[in-house]
């Protein structure tokens, strides 16, 4: 798993309310990266980081922030939740020029 | 739009036989093309990868073969497995971020 934690593993919010998605790593990479996965679509790039506090958007980024302050932690917030943003959400660390994977976070907005 | 498109879907094939997965792309700024195995409930799993330099890479029983000029790549699994049943993605990608753009998925079943 590279050392790859994602919490929580699952959750169901209200439309509307605010959630965060944790993702840390105990090997200290430099790229962390969180991805939707949604049928149809595999996995699309929300956003990315290259150290702490340098982040960039992705090809889906709308309605999703990211923070780093710390080299192991990445965490990814909806502001305001909606039902487009159901979906698996996947974190991920670059190793040479490999990508890593965590478990992934299934998020149901209802 | 999706940068790389996967065909097909879906597959069914039985033990010991031959799965096949395309992907084609139009982007030939694309440098590193790997492919992804998943299992339910599960993260991708690199399988292999290779870049446009080479033609063709064989691990095991899971080879790549490149077509530059066509912008095409495919994944071939020999003598599969029902321990291959899963998920595969094709990915691309061109900078030095690492930010990858992955195909839709297939679905491979192994029947027994």
């Known amino acids: 798993d590279a050392g790859i934690t994602q919490s929580p593993r699952h959750k169901v919010t209200e439309t509307g309310t605010p959630v965060t998605l944790r993702c840390h790593q105990t090997e200290n990479h430099r790229y962390m990266y969180w991805y939707r996965q949604d049928p149809g679509h595999g996995l699309r790039l929300i956003h990315y980081?290259?150290?702490?506090?340098?982040?960039d958007k992705g090809e889906v980024s709308d309605g999703y922030s990211v923070s780093r302050s710390k080299t192991e932690d990445f965490l990814l917030t909806l502001e305001s939740a909606t039902s487009s943003q159901t979906s698996v959400y996947f974190c991920a660390i670059r190793y040479n020029t490999e990508a890593f994977f965590g478990q992934g976070t299934r998020l149901t907005v209802v | 739009q999706q940068q790389v498109k996967q065909s097909p879907q879906s597959l069914i094939v039985q033990k010991g036989g031959i799965s096949i997965i395309n992907c084609a792309y139009e982007?030939?700024?694309?440098?590193?093309f790997p492919w992804y195995q998943q299992f339910p409930g599960k993260g991708p799993a690199l399988l292999i990868a290779i870049r446009p330099d080479v033609s063709e890479k064989k691990e095991g029983r899971f080879t790549i073969s490149f077509n530059k000029s066509a912008k095409q790549f495919s994944l071939h699994i020999m003598d599969s497995q029902p321990g291959d049943s899963a998920t595969y993605f094709c990915?691309?990608?061109?900078?030095?971020?690492?930010?990858?753009?992955f195909g839709a998925g297939t679905q491979v079943v192994v029947t027994p």
């Open positions: 982007n030939t700024a694309f440098d590193y």
């Open positions: 990915a691309a990608s061109m900078d030095s971020w690492g930010k990858l753009q």
């Open positions: 980081s290259y150290g702490v506090k340098d982040t």
